[in-house]
Every structure is written in structure tokens, then in C-alpha cells.
């Protein structure tokens, strides 16, 4: 009974986000397009710094990767070859109601007295929204950044003093006669055993993309989800994997705006500028500043909370700069 009722209160919030996203769809297409920079002010984008901050995470994160859409779909203020940013196979292991969501373990996240709605964080393991601003690191040349960083990003150390020249070891040259060591038998080609397939993990993967909204100036979340078999989830399957605080308010399933149908759900992004701006503003009361480049990695950051089991996040340090 109260899953058809839930189901009956999103579908009915579906017909009204719908007719309100034909109309945010048409003010898209007639806003004028943002010149000058109002990134501090706001935590709006230009189409230039959304492209800066698309390459600063590719290069960062290689899973991420820019693609060019639908040719007739494309925005004359982005260049052709980077429309969009796609991430894919993204697993998701549990369904958000799976999740232990009990009152201690969810956390309203406000910047403010006067932030009457706040940002929900789900706390399903990870730290809250505060808690990922703290960690971001500064950005200091003479310090060397921790192993961690340099595995997550692909930091080369200079003074290495390996190089191409060097003649590589081949392993298979390499060999010595140990009486300790173990022989591992070969691999035989019977198939395996009905208990051992069973005992292999099936999950759920999305498609991910980040696409940029000239309505409202940032950067918007679309997902697409597939189950164990590769088979697109339906609406209902998906919304178990949303933030049941996010479903009705934050989450809808739209056309995507450089991809044939079907149509994808998407983070709306009404709200994301002024939580960029808080966050902004955060850090600078620390002293420290957000540069325009690092713009997504904060932005996948708080939006995850609507996400929380789509397991995406795999960027924990940021590098910022004193003021």
C-alpha cells in the first residue's frame, strides 16, 4: 500500500515537473548566454569556464571523457567535440532503502540560519558535505602531496629517476628454481561449479553524464541505469536508487538535451549555484579559495547526496589556493 502510493505521488509529480520542464526548455533556448565571469559572485558558469573545468576533471580523473552528442542537438557556445562529460558502468551495489537511514543517520546540511530547506545528506558511510569541503588540501608546491593524491590523479615525481631509457626487465627472462615456491595448476576449461556463479556479485551500473544548463548557468547531473543483465531500468527501479528526500523535489526524468530518447532522469539544477556559492564562501572563511577549474569535483561531491549508492566519487582531495 505505501509503495503504490508512492509510486501514485510520483507520477502525479511527474506530470507537473514535466510541464514545468517544457517551459524551463523553451527559457534554455532564448536565454542569452553568459560572457562575462560571475563564478565568485554567484557560483554560476560561463559555457568557457564549464568547458575548463570538464578538462581539468578528465585529465583528473580518467573515467570521465567528453563526447560530442547528437549532431543537431549541439550548442553553438560549447565546442562540438565537448558537449557533454560521461562517466559509464558506474556500479550501484544496494538500493537506497537498503541503506540504514534511521533518524540519527541522516543529517539536514544548512550554510545558514536562513537556509530553510537545506541540503538532506543521507550519511550512508561518507562524510557530510562540511566534512568534504574540510578535507580539500592546499595547494603547496614545495609540499609533496601524499601517495593517496599521487595514485588518484596520476602525479609524476620529477626527480624520478626512472626513465624510458632505462632497459625494462622482462619477466619472463626472469626465473629461478625454488623448491618453496607454489605451482599453480593451469586453468582448466570445464565450466563452474552452480555455487561458485552464484556466489558472484551482480549489481546495477549507470551511465552518467554532466551536461551544462544556460538557463541557470551550471552544471546539470543526467543518469541512466541498467540492471544485472545490461537491461535498461525502468522508472520505477530507478527511483530506488534515489534519495527518497530528492525524489519528488529535485529528481525527474526528462529528455536529454544532446542524446536521442529514451528520456534520463536529472538532477535539477535550480538550486545548484547558490550551494556552490555557501560552499565558496565556506572555504574563503577558512582562508582558502575554490578555483574555477575545480568547479565539478565540489559539485559531484554535494550532489551525491541525492545519489548516495551510485558509488562515482572516486575524488578525495582537491587543491586549493590561499587567498
Same mark, same amino acid.
Given at each position: 500500500?505505501?509503495?503504490?502510493?508512492?509510486?501514485?505521488?510520483? +507520477?502525479?509529480?511527474?506530470?507537473? /515537473?514535466? #510541464?514545468?520542464?517544457?517551459?524551463?526548455?523553451?527559457?534554455?533556448?532564448?536565454?542569452?548566454?553568459?560572457?562575462?565571469?560571475?563564478?565568485?559572485?554567484?557560483?554560476?558558469?560561463?559555457?568557457?569556464?564549464?568547458?575548463?573545468?570538464?578538462?581539468? %576533471?578528465?585529465?583528473?580523473?580518467?573515467?570521465?571523457?567528453?563526447?560530442?552528442?547528437?549532431?543537431?542537438?549541439?550548442?553553438?557556445?560549447?565546442?562540438?567535440?565537448?558537449?557533454?562529460?560521461?562517466? +559509464? =558502468?558506474?556500479?550501484?551495489?544496494?538500493?537506497?532503502?537498503?541503506? =540504514?537511514?534511521?533518524?540519527?543517520?541522516?543529517? #539536514?546540511?544548512?550554510?545558514? /540560519?536562513?537556509?530553510?530547506?537545506?541540503?538532506?545528506?543521507? @550519511? @550512508?558511510?561518507?562524510?557530510?558535505?562540511?566534512?568534504?569541503?574540510?578535507?580539500?588540501?592546499?595547494?603547496?608546491? +614545495?609540499?609533496?602531496?601524499?601517495?593517496?593524491?599521487?595514485? !588518484?590523479?596520476?602525479?609524476?615525481?620529477?626527480?624520478?629517476?626512472?626513465?624510458?631509457?632505462?632497459?625494462?626487465? =622482462? %619477466?619472463?627472462?626472469?626465473?629461478?628454481?625454488?623448491?618453496?615456491?607454489?605451482?599453480?595448476?593451469?586453468?582448466?576449461?570445464?565450466?563452474?561449479?552452480?555455487?561458485?556463479?552464484?556466489?558472484?556479485?551482480?549489481?546495477?551500473?549507470?551511465?552518467? =553524464?554532466?551536461?551544462?544548463? /544556460?538557463?541557470?548557468?551550471?552544471?546539470?547531473?543526467?543518469?541512466?541505469?541498467?540492471?544485472? /543483465? +545490461?537491461?535498461? !531500468?525502468?522508472?520505477?527501479?530507478?527511483?530506488?536508487?534515489?534519495?527518497?528526500?530528492?525524489?519528488?523535489?529535485?529528481?525527474?526524468?526528462?529528455?536529454?538535451?544532446?542524446?536521442?530518447?529514451?528520456?534520463?532522469?536529472?538532477? @535539477?539544477?535550480?538550486?545548484?549555484?547558490? &550551494?556552490?556559492?555557501? %560552499?565558496?564562501?565556506?572555504?574563503?572563511?577558512?582562508?582558502?579559495?575554490?578555483?574555477? @577549474?575545480?568547479?565539478?569535483?565540489?559539485?559531484?561531491?554535494? &550532489?551525491?547526496?541525492?545519489?548516495?549508492? %551510485?558509488?562515482?566519487?572516486?575524488?578525495?582531495?582537491?587543491?586549493?589556493?590561499?587567498?
Amino acid at each position: 500500500f505505501f509503495i503504490s502510493r508512492l509510486l501514485s505521488r510520483i +507520477k502525479m509529480a511527474g506530470i507537473a /515537473n514535466a #510541464v514545468k520542464s517544457m517551459g524551463l526548455r523553451a527559457l534554455d533556448k532564448l536565454a542569452p548566454v553568459m560572457k562575462e565571469s560571475k563564478f565568485r559572485e554567484t557560483g554560476m558558469l560561463t559555457p568557457e569556464e564549464f568547458v575548463a573545468a570538464g578538462n581539468y %576533471i578528465v585529465y583528473q580523473c580518467p573515467t570521465w571523457s567528453w563526447e560530442s552528442g547528437v549532431p543537431s542537438q549541439r550548442k553553438e557556445y560549447l565546442p562540438a567535440d565537448k558537449q557533454f562529460l560521461v562517466t +559509464k =558502468n558506474v556500479p550501484c551495489y544496494r538500493r537506497c532503502h537498503q541503506v =540504514n537511514t534511521v533518524s540519527d543517520c541522516e543529517k #539536514v546540511v544548512r550554510f545558514d /540560519n536562513n537556509d530553510e530547506e537545506g541540503w538532506v545528506d543521507t @550519511h @550512508h558511510g561518507v562524510e557530510s558535505v562540511q566534512e568534504k569541503v574540510q578535507e580539500m588540501v592546499l595547494n603547496d608546491k +614545495k609540499t609533496t602531496p601524499p601517495l593517496q593524491s599521487q595514485l !588518484l590523479v596520476g602525479t609524476v615525481d620529477e626527480h624520478d629517476s626512472d626513465s624510458d631509457s632505462e632497459p625494462v626487465m =622482462n %619477466i619472463d627472462e626472469f626465473k629461478e628454481d625454488d623448491p618453496g615456491t607454489l605451482v599453480m595448476p593451469k586453468p582448466s576449461a570445464q565450466a563452474p561449479a552452480k555455487n561458485e556463479s552464484q556466489s558472484i556479485l551482480q549489481t546495477r551500473t549507470y551511465d552518467l =553524464n554532466i551536461t551544462y544548463d /544556460n538557463y541557470y548557468r551550471t552544471p546539470r547531473l543526467w543518469l541512466f541505469g541498467y540492471d544485472e /543483465n +545490461k537491461q535498461p !531500468l525502468s522508472p520505477e527501479q530507478l527511483y530506488e536508487d534515489i534519495s527518497q528526500d530528492h525524489l519528488n523535489k529535485t529528481v525527474t526524468l526528462e529528455p536529454h538535451p544532446h542524446l536521442p530518447p529514451p528520456h534520463r532522469a536529472s538532477v @535539477h539544477p535550480c538550486r545548484h549555484a547558490e &550551494v556552490m556559492k555557501k %560552499i565558496m564562501t565556506m572555504i574563503e572563511e577558512d582562508g582558502r579559495q575554490l578555483e574555477v @577549474h575545480s568547479y565539478l569535483m565540489v559539485f559531484l561531491k554535494f &550532489v551525491q547526496a541525492v545519489i548516495p549508492t %551510485i558509488e562515482y566519487d572516486f575524488t578525495h582531495q582537491l587543491s586549493l589556493t590561499t587567498m
